[in-house]
């Protein structure tokens, strides 16, 4: 069974604060995508990386997928409220199904 | 905006009624999949489909069926509900490039 760890399951920080969130897995997946998910909505996709060693830039928000295709992170420079919200990373399997393993989720709650 | 909308948006029904969830999605997309989400354990997969009458099982698929008659449509079905799926249920579709995008998702209380 396929498994990824997300950590850290809660993140509070104050405006204008760096963090990083880190999905870990055994498994090698054919691409890794974040997601970032709002109370009471469905998850919308931030970045979708695909090769190792890639790193996307979405703003003040970079990702990078590692080398081994095993895990990534994502990295938010200098915080705002209104990156308050759930973030999920998701591994998608080998084949054609596109299945999807998802993290557990991290909560980041940023504070003004 | 990937043009799923899924039905009802909130439900509440008693242990042992069935019950059905539906999405529907406007953009021909081959691939469909229904995921819960419960606190601590971010999505899994309940079924997908890979085309009309194509289903197959995900990680958490006891206690629930799944039925694709057209395109458009993938519905879930509890046929005996319990207080374990008692859950958030979202629809997703996945795009060519192996993207998927989810709907707004079903709130189901079994009480």
């Known amino acids: 069974t396929q498994l990824l760890e997300q950590s850290p399951q809660f993140l509070s920080i104050q405006e204008g604060e760096n963090l990083t969130v880190y999905c870990n897995s055994s498994?090698?997946?054919?691409?890794l995508q974040w997601y970032r998910q709002e109370p009471g909505e469905g998850p919308v996709l931030l970045v979708t990386v695909v090769t190792g060693g890639e790193v996307k830039k979405l703003k003040r928000l970079t990702f990078q997928f590692g080398d081994a295709r095993k895990d990534s992170s994502l990295h938010i420079t200098a915080a705002q409220p209104g990156d308050t919200g759930l973030y999920l990373c998701a591994g998608r399997t080998s084949g054609n199904t596109g299945k999807l393993i998802f993290g557990q989720g991290t909560t980041l709650q940023v504070k003004p | 905006d990937a043009g799923i909308t899924q039905s009802p948006r909130h439900k509440v029904t008693e242990t042992g009624t069935p019950v059905t969830l539906r999405c529907h999605q406007t953009?021909?997309?081959?691939?469909m999949y229904w995921y819960r989400q419960d606190p601590g354990h971010g999505l899994r997969l309940i079924h997908y489909?890979?085309?009309?009458?194509?289903?197959d099982k995900g990680e958490v698929s006891d206690g629930y069926s799944v039925s694709r008659s057209k395109t458009e449509d993938f519905l879930l079905t509890l046929e005996s509900a319990t207080s374990s799926q008692t859950s958030v249920y979202f629809c997703?579709?996945?795009?060519?490039?192996?993207?998927?995008?989810f709907g707004p998702g079903t709130r189901l209380t079994v009480t």
């Open positions: 953009e021909n997309h081959r691939y």
């Open positions: 498994s090698v997946f054919s691409s």
């Open positions: 997703a579709i996945r795009s060519s490039s192996y993207e998927q995008y």
């Open positions: 489909s890979y085309g009309v009458k194509d289903t």
